[in-house]
């Protein structure tokens, strides 16, 4: 006696809309991939948004050093760098970026606020100088940033919450 051949359900296809005879289907591109293709979406390590906005700034404190000599254009040059550092880092690494960014700031002022006749104690007079008259700067980009910061990880603890419990309403 022979087995019965074993036999499995088909997928019927259900009978879609009409179109016309030249119409033609196009790809629909997913949401992802057109968001990816307007905005650079890097994500950095706690190290290398630590590289990214000291080698940022120290570019920065070369150019305001050679064009004008003020700090005007490097101090405000400096918000842009915390938020992108803000916006570029790891979700992992988030509590780095507004740690990082003082450091930064300290370094491109280096070239920045150099006294070229005072030798070393010049030098450093400047320096601190400079970190005293810009203080405002530096403390609002840093806020900038953990502002920026903060937000991301809310986002991020709610989604991680919306994906852990999926009926219950978010906050």
């Known amino acids: 006696m022979r087995p019965a051949p074993a036999t499995r359900p088909v997928a019927q296809r259900r009978p879609g809309p009409s179109r016309p005879a030249g119409a033609l289907r196009r790809p629909v591109p997913a949401p992802e991939a057109a968001a990816a293709r307007r905005f650079p979406n890097p994500r950095l390590t706690g190290l290398g948004s630590g590289l990214f906005c000291g080698a940022a700034m120290l570019l920065l404190g070369f150019l305001d ?31 780095t970026a507004p740690v990082v960014l003082p450091n930064a700031f300290a370094l491109g002022l280096l070239p920045a606020a150099a006294d070229h ?7 450093l007079m400047g320096l601190v100088t400079a970190l005293a008259t ?38």
């Open 117 to 123: 006749g005072g030798g070393f104690g010049g030098h």
């Open 134 to 171: 810009e203080a405002g700067w530096l403390y609002g980009g840093t806020l900038l940033a953990g502002v920026v910061v903060l937000v991301r990880r809310v986002r991020l603890v709610a989604r991680r919450n919306a994906a852990r419990h999926p009926g219950h309403p978010g906050v």
């Open 65 to 95: 050093a050679a064009v004008s000599g003020s700090l005007g254009l490097y101090s405000v040059a400096f918000l842009p760098v915390c938020a992108l550092t803000a916006l570029w880092v790891r979700e992992g690494d988030l509590l």
